[in-house]
């Protein structure tokens, strides 16, 4: 039977899409989808895009393994030899490989859960190098996301803009702000409206 088995690897920013075509017996249909699907399973995810094309690939063999399943077994006998189906993938080692996209995940989590890039309306944030001076505005801020009842717990988020660095003009928006965070990185900027939770003079974050 003709069919087309296909595989993923994905090395960060380079992507690489492996296909196999038939055609195939029953036995070598099998060994090959089983073979293709198992280093798909740990060499498939590495990279935002094959995050998303690694599961499309294996959702695109099922199809073609179907159809496989259908046919009958080798005939003893027939030309060639069949290839040797060896293990179902759930019995393989790279069967831990579905747990990459759960692992990256909660790493990608960890690693961002205190940017402030990513802080919200509600959420509350501590900078650790504040200079609290009536007046002067604070050039080098290191704002970091904490849970609002951590001691450490400075301000809350009471409003976010994106694409805008005027805090002036965007804060007064919000009665409770009596400070302000700012970001930009080329072009990226957003700026945080923020209510002081310790007693201090007004100032502003402003990097």
């Not at 959702?59 to 003893?76: D, F, G, M, T, Y």
């Not at 996209?101 to 961002?112: E, G, Y």
């Not at 309306?121 to 080098?140: F, R, T």
Request: net charge positive; glycine share 8%.
């Amino acid at each position: 039977m003709n069919a087309t088995i296909r595989g993923h690897q994905g090395f960060i920013v380079v992507l690489r899409y492996l296909k196999r075509r038939g055609p195939y017996c029953r036995d070598c249909g099998i060994a090959t989808h089983r073979e293709m699907t198992s280093d798909s399973l740990w060499q498939g995810w590495w990279g935002i895009p094959s995050m998303i094309i690694n599961p499309i690939v294996m959702l695109l063999n099922i199809p073609q393994r179907s159809k496989i399943n259908k046919l009958a077994e080798p005939v003893p006998g027939a030309p060639g030899t069949p290839m040797d189906p060896g293990k179902p993938v759930y019995l393989r080692p790279t069967i831990v490989g579905v747990l990459i996209p759960a692992v990256l995940a909660t790493l990608l989590f960890v690693l961002l859960k205190d940017d402030p890039e990513f802080a919200k309306a509600g959420d509350c944030v501590h900078n650790s190098n504040v200079i609290a001076i009536p007046g002067l505005d604070d050039k080098n801020p290191d704002l970091k996301v904490v849970p609002c009842s951590d001691p450490q717990a400075d301000a809350r988020v009471v409003g976010r803009a994106d694409d805008s660095n005027d805090g002036e003009t965007e804060c007064r928006k919000y009665p409770d702000a009596d400070s302000y965070f700012t970001y930009k990185h080329g072009s990226d900027k957003y700026l945080l409206c923020l209510k002081s939770l310790k007693p201090r003079p007004k100032f502003t974050f402003a990097p």
